[in-house]
């Protein structure tokens, strides 16, 4: 690790624990029963000024690095939520679109009330055509009199669109030259999110009750031109970095989650006797559980690698999807001892484990899927022709 500086603050986990201390798992097990966003958590993860971890001082935020902000995710997860990068969306990679893209206007509006806590704004990138093919992205933006443009397309998969503030919504401002250009003409456009244009629609899933995704469906919405972000046709230039930042806080939020696992595991074990003893004293419990430790930590010190080089404004992209898939198959493993561990009463809503099994089962195939990663990691760092 030789010029890495992960200069380790335990302040910004200190806060987190500190904001976090009225919520125990009681609260977190009727927010997934009931499908409930946890607005009372995130209120205090806004008093204590969390949203703010990367905004510039003078957009009232803190001002600190990614590796602060990372450790907040995984700490926020470890503490009874899982998955804790949802909480912080609006403040780390929509408050990183606006400071590296937005126009002063943009910036001034928008980033002191991310900061606080009081915006949400969602991301509405996935088309059900395209999948992972993003930048194939069919929605369209058409300059149709001066200063406005018209939207229409089909977003779906879009996460907290119903409580959000704003949407980013990506589409095309031109059509791709060719195959291999088809990253050229695709732009991001805020729009309010009560615009009566969209017309959403709420989708069930296997987890994350916490928050809700939605399709979207518009046309002819009517944005202005100043709600443009970044240049006309460059979006996927400009989100690529965020899109490793986002790898890299559900890194975060997994080893989070998986800690969690085996903290609930390992209590557990500690103190149910069967067969006259304890069943941690067994090693076909203990080994398990101690892999998945091990793999954890291996997840840990990968996605702080990869945070330490983004704050030195090194290019982190392999980093980030290491850190990404070793901490999706740890906290797997983790998860699924943990169920293990507690038997039957793993399987049960009263017991915890089954919910972080769910939660952490999503980031097999979101922000982006094992098997890319995979093909990104074989292109990337072994040279290997792109398949994708
Ligand atoms: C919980 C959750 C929240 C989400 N939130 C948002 C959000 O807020 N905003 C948003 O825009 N999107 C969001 N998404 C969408 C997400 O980022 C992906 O775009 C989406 O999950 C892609 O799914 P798909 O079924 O279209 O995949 P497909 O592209 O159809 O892929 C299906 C399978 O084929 C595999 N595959 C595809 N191509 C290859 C290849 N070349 N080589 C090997 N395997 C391949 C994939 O790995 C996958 O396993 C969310 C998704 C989830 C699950």
Redesign the pocket.
Known sequence: MIGLDFSINDSIREQVRSASSKYDVSYWRQIDQEGQFPYEYWNSLARAGLFGIIIEKKWDGMERGILDLLLAVEETSEHFSGLGSYLY?SGSLVAEIFSRHGTEGQKKSLLPKLAKGELKI???????L?????SSIETRATLVQSGKYALSGS???????DLADYLVI?ARTSKPDSFLKRSLGVSMFLVDADNSALKKKKLE?L??NF?N?FTIDFQDLMVEESNLIGDLGKAWYDIIEIFNLDRVLTAASLVGTGKLALKQASDWAKKRTVFGKVIGSNQGIQFPLADAAAQLEVAEVLSLKAASLADQGKNFASEAAYALLCSTSAASAATDRALQTLGGHGYYKDYDVERFWRDVR???????????L??SIAERSLGLPK??
């Not at 395209?130 to 993003?134: V, Y």
């Not at 980031?363 to 098997?371: A, D, G, M, R, T």
């Open positions: 969306l969602s991301i509405a990138l996935a088309e059900e395209t999948g992972f093919d993003a977003k779906t998969f879009v996460t907290n669109a990506f899933r987890g994350m928050v995704s999503a980031h097999k195939v979101h922000p982006v899927s094992e098997e890319l995979l093909a398949s994708y």
